[in-house]
């Protein structure tokens, strides 16, 4: 008899299961479909250019061309988020079991939370007390966590409110835990009108509001005044920003253990997570790489401290809003059938506070619900930048071959025996803060968390897949982490344009998924890449057909086909189809109808404004004529404009280059089509120009917003004078530009 049935070992509990969506074997078929469709319109393109007759026709048959190989390559590109559709659920009350039975260890493993800021002013550090905190308060052995603050904004605020949130956290980890709260950020928690309020919640509240005014005062002030100084140690800590040579740009590395482990308890006399202020060496000499820079420094200085295999990486603008969302992601990272492959579990990016119907779709459901869902069933989502737990071992090189540091303490496997305060601990971890270490060191510019200048939080993802991990797209029914949501258009532009010219630089770079990904990666994941690279070349075909039917149709020029065509069928399959199936995926995802019309209007808004912008600023960048760094996106609220923000009203006040280009297209779209009216009125024969009258129709109604915020409005939020004017004139140039090839060709 076979030994292994006889001697079975206890059934290893089950921790996650998988389901396949059944819309993919639609998807696959209409995808087919769909394929030829573009075929035959690409031929049809071809064919009308071969026999153009004059020069004004032939541009207009090139043109459209072009934008359409454009749209067909995007098109192409994104059906691998269709293909493998696949559903996860998570079972974290088998857990407890699992660990029994792995002998060498019955316990949780440590977990080091590294939270990302950069700028009091424009991240207000009560957030980030509330991200911080409510960390802190998992529903998971304390003792096992370590939280690092990153403060790329070298402010002695920001250590004072982390000062402050360790001294809340006495109370607050205590009162959450007896009272088996949900909402672990104080924040959100004191926001809520909650209907059952526990005897002490008056209390801890008061306390709060007391922390919270402190904070406030000394981020007013913009330094910490004498009063609110109670220690010595607090003392010494913040006499380091006397020295007048501190500045956010140039500063020695600053570290501060505010709560050790070991040695801190709570008001119930449970030991507390640990907590440290980390804000890393900078120097106007060297390029700190943002973000990424910010988490390769958390990567090795929790490395000298706590060193925990898993590592969860939060923006001070997501806060974690299920206690037991660890217990999720532990359920693959401690499955021994995945463990061994697996670099990430990426949680979704959910923002609150986004109005009823989402008016600058600033949700991105399509990038953080959707499209992971159809990479999960390849080789996981993409890393997004914020709610991922990571395998530390995933930074070392592939699943089985390790790149060592050069310092032995910094590798995966290094154990800390010392406690963190002690004084080697603390001499080293300053030591790997420092500007130089990631150009020193081959470790430091080969592994760690790549292409930080700008977005490409995707592309660290790229790498760890190249090497050959995984990763995991986790959706619990409880949202994991929320975030804020941007609430004024330009910041959503300025975030869009910021992602663009990341995704270009990738594209070009030695590790384009196009030469690099999809050779290692196979199709499927390569063509993600592929996708996010290029997305912002989006508005190529936008910007066409947002202006070329237009002017044509001021010209009585008809470009598509008439009615009575058979092409013209084509043309309302490949339209319809687009948007039919695009719907039904939002609407799967829990979506609205007006929510989606909000979506699609925002795609054209980035794609004539973000994108084209982001490319340029790129192009610009290569030939060495600009540069860019990475612009914050505000987290502060103004009052006025979050009323009008809730009211669904466009924030165009402030005046932006953005917005020129889409004012453009408003005022073309709305003359054509209104010229349109008049001759159809007038009854001459409109059949050639039906489907120009309707695009330009399409456009105007999703334009309805800029006319009114152009004429009507007079609050804050309307389109300065000043930007109509602009567009006005540019209106007319392209009038002009276009009139002189077409007029020959009519
Ligand atoms: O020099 C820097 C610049 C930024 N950050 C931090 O990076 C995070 C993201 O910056 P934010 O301005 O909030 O960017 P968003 O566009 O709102 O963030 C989205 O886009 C980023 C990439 O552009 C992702 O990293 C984020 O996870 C994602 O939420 C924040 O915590 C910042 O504090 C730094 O630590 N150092
Ligand atoms: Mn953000």
């Not at 490395?303 to 660890?326: E, G, V």
């Not at 979506?599 to 600009?626: H, V």
């Not at 804050?716 to 007029?743: E, M």
Request: proline share 5%; with cysteine.
């Amino acid at each position: 008899m076979d030994e292994s049935l006889s001697t079975s070992p206890a059934r290893a509990p089950l921790l996650h299961s998988l389901r396949h969506a059944h819309r993919t074997a639609f998807n696959r078929m209409f995808a087919a479909v769909y394929f030829c469709a573009i075929l035959v319109l690409l031929h049809h393109h071809a064919l009308k250019l071969i026999h153009s007759t004059t020069f004004g026709s032939f541009l207009i048959s090139l043109s459209f061309l072009v934008s359409d190989t454009f749209l067909a390559f995007l098109w192409f590109t994104r059906q691998c988020f269709l293909m493998t559709i696949v559903y996860r659920d998570e079972y974290p009350e088998n857990l407890q079991k699992t660990l029994l039975l792995k002998k060498s260890s019955s316990d949780f493993p440590a977990l080091d939370v590294f939270i990302c800021t950069a700028d009091p002013y424009k991240e207000p550090p009560l957030r980030l007390v509330s991200t911080t905190l409510s960390v802190m308060a998992y529903d998971y052995p304390t003792e096992k966590i370590s939280v690092y603050v990153s403060d790329d904004g070298g402010s002695q605020v920001t250590l004072f409110a982390c000062m402050e949130a360790a001294k809340f956290a006495y109370h607050w980890l205590p009162f959450c835990k007896k009272n088996n709260i949900i909402e672990r950020s104080p924040e959100t928690y004191f926001a809520a009108n909650h209907s059952s309020w526990f005897f002490d919640t008056e209390e801890i509240q008061k306390m709060y509001e007391c922390m919270k005014q402190r904070v406030e005062k000394v981020l007013e002030k913009g330094k910490v005044g004498e009063e609110y100084i109670t220690e010595e140690l607090e003392r010494k800590a913040f006499s380091k920003w006397a020295d007048h040579g501190f500045t956010r740009q140039d500063h020695p590395t600053v570290i501060q253990v505010l709560l050790e482990s070991c040695k801190n308890k709570d008001a119930t006399s449970h030991l507390m997570p640990s907590l440290i202020y980390v804000s890393r060496e900078k120097s106007r000499t060297s390029s700190h790489n943002f973000k990424a820079g910010a988490l390769n420094v958390m990567l090795r200085v929790s490395a000298t401290m706590t060193n925990a295999p898993i590592i969860l990486n939060l923006d001070c603008d997501m806060y974690s809003n299920d206690p037991r969302t660890p217990l999720h992601a532990l359920c693959y990272l401690l499955d021994p059938k995945l463990m061994s492959q697996l670099a990430y579990v990426q949680f979704p990016q959910i923002f609150h506070g986004i109005n009823k119907n989402d008016t600058y779709s600033c949700e991105y459901k399509r990038e953080f619900r959707c499209n992971p869902l159809g990479l999960d069933g390849v080789l996981g989502p993409t890393y997004v930048g914020t709610g991922c737990f990571f395998n530390r071992r995933a930074f070392f090189g592939g699943p089985s071959t390790i790149v060592p540091p050069e310092i032995p303490e910094l590798g995966p496997n290094s154990v800390v025996n010392k406690f963190i305060q002690s004084q080697p601990v603390l001499e080293l971890a300053h030591k790997v803060a420092g500007c130089n270490y990631e150009y020193k060191t081959k470790w430091g510019y080969e592994v760690g968390f790549r292409y930080g200048s700008l977005v490409e939080d995707f592309f660290t993802g790229l790498r760890l897949q190249c090497e050959g991990w995984r990763s995991i797209f986790c959706n619990p029914k409880r949202a994991a982490f929320l975030g804020d949501a941007p609430i004024s258009l330009v910041d959503v532009l300025n975030q869009v344009q910021r992602w663009s010219i990341g995704s270009l630089q990738v594209a070009f770079s030695s590790f384009s998924p196009l030469t690099f990904g999809i050779r290692s990666l196979g199709p499927l994941m390569g063509l993600a890449y592929t996708h996010y690279c290029f997305w912002s070349t989006w508005f190529i075909p936008l910007t066409l057909y947002a202006f070329l039917p237009q002017l044509c149709l001021l010209h009585g020029l008809s470009v598509f086909p008439k009615l009575s065509e058979p092409s013209f069928i084509l043309y309302v399959f490949l339209v319809l189809g687009a948007y039919g199936q695009d719907l039904l995926e939002f609407m799967i995802e829990e979506g609205t109808v007006q929510n989606w019309w909000n979506d699609q209007r925002m795609w054209m808004i980035r794609g004539l404004s973000s994108f084209g912008y982001g490319c340029l600023e790129f192009f610009l960048k290569c030939l060495g004529i600009s540069t860019y760094g990475f612009g914050l996106t505000s987290k502060v609220i103004d009052n006025e404009q979050s009323k009008r923000y809730g009211q669904g009203m466009f924030e165009f006040g402030a005046s932006s280059n953005m917005f020129v280009p889409l004012i453009t297209a408003a005022i073309v779209n709305l003359v054509s089509f209104l010229t349109g009216l008049v001759q159809v009125l007038r009854g001459s024969k409109m059949e050639g120009l039906f489907l120009q009258m309707f695009l330009a129709g399409f456009v105007v109604l999703n334009a309805l917003p800029i006319y009114e915020a152009m004429v009507l409005r007079n609050d804050k939020g309307r389109i300065p004078f000043k930007t109509t004017a602009t567009s006005t004139c540019l209106a007319l140039a392209l009038y002009g530009l276009v009139s002189l090839p077409l007029t020959d060709s009519n």
